[in-house]
C-alpha cells in the first residue's frame, strides 16, 4: 500500500483553561506519540513556543507540528483525532493536515520572505 507524508499544524485553544490542559493530559499524548513514533507513523513532532518567551524558564507554548506518514489525507486524520490533545480540547479544531509534497512545491513557488513567520519550535 502506498502511503504519504503530511504535515499537521496544531495550533492551541487559546481560551484560559488551554494551557492546562495541555498539562494534565500530556503524559498520556507523549506515551502514545512514543508509540507512533516507535511504529514509523510520526516522522517528526514537537510543540511551537511563543517566540517572546523562548529564552525564559516557563514557555509558552501555543501549538503543535508534526509529520505523519499514512496511506491518506483520512487516515492522517484519524492520527490526529484520536490523539489526547484533540479529543480534550488542548489543540484548535482548525488543525490541518496538507501532503508535503504538494506544500513544499507550492512553498517554492510562492516564496514570500516578507511572509515568513520563524517560530521556535521545540
Known amino acids: ?3 504519504g507524508l503530511f504535515f499537521v499544524y496544531a495550533p492551541d485553544y487559546t481560551d484560559e483553561g488551554a494551557f492546562q490542559r495541555r498539562l494534565d493530559v500530556r503524559p498520556k499524548h507523549l506515551e502514545k506519540a512514543k ?4 511504529a514509523g507513523t510520526i516522522k517528526v513532532g514537537g510543540a511551537f513556543v ?3 518567551t523562548v529564552s525564559s524558564e516557563t514557555k509558552k507554548l501555543t501549538g503543535s507540528g508534526l509529520i ?5 489525507l483520512e487516515d492522517a486524520k484519524k492520527i ?9 480540547g ?3 479544531i482548525s488543525a490541518f493536515l496538507s501532503p508535503t509534497v504538494c506544500m ?3 512553498w517554492l513557488e510562492q ?3 516578507e511572509k515568513t513567520v520563524i517560530v521556535p519550535y521545540l
Open 35 to 38: 508509540e507512533l513514533i516507535a
Open 111 to 113: 516564496w514570500d520572505k
Open 90 to 92: 488542548v489543540v484548535s
Open 68 to 72: 505523519v506518514q499514512a496511506a491518506s
Open 1 to 3: 500500500m502506498s502511503t
Open 104 to 106: 513544499i512545491t507550492k
Open 50 to 52: 511563543d517566540p517572546v
Open 80 to 88: 490526529i483525532e484520536s490523539d489526547v490533545y484533540w479529543t480534550s
